[in-house]
Nanobody, 117 residues
Framework: VQLVESGGGLVQAGGSLRLSCAAS????????MGWYRQAPGKQRELVAS???????TYADSVKGRFIISRGNAKNTVYLQMNSLKPEDTAVYYC????????????WGQGTQVTVSS
């Protein structure tokens, strides 16, 4: 299974970016897909996740600004990031979970998001 992210870049504070992630390979069922991020010197944190049924969750720090969604092809996930802040600067990783009782099984290579003040 391979996850490929795209859409990162440099944006000014207050701007928007949209991240995309596509999963390929032998996947029977996807329980959930999510976006994590890791800033320099900080632990990786869950930003948002969405289940196969469409239930989404968000970190408090991004609620009201970020929107996670699934594509028509259920192996794709997007993260619309609005009202970006410098503290959103991080490497963003896409992740896929096969079963609800497991940690995320597969990870993308990461895409850099940099928000300038």
């Amino acid at each position: 299974v391979q996850l490929v992210e795209s859409g990162g870049g440099l944006v000014q504070a207050g701007g928007s970016l949209r991240l995309s992630c596509a999963a390929s390979g032998s996947i029977v069922t996807i329980n959930a897909m999510g976006w994590y991020r890791q800033a320099p010197g900080k632990q990786r944190e869950l930003v948002a996740s969405i289940t196969g049924g469409g239930t989404s969750t968000y970190a408090d720090s991004v609620k009201g600004r970020f929107i996670i969604s699934r594509g028509n092809a259920k192996n794709t996930v997007y993260l619309q990031m609005n009202s970006l802040k410098p503290e959103d600067t991080a490497v963003y990783y896409c992740a896929l979970r096969l079963r609800p009782d497991r940690q995320y099984d597969y990870w993308g290579q990461g895409t850099q998001v940099t928000v300038s003040s």
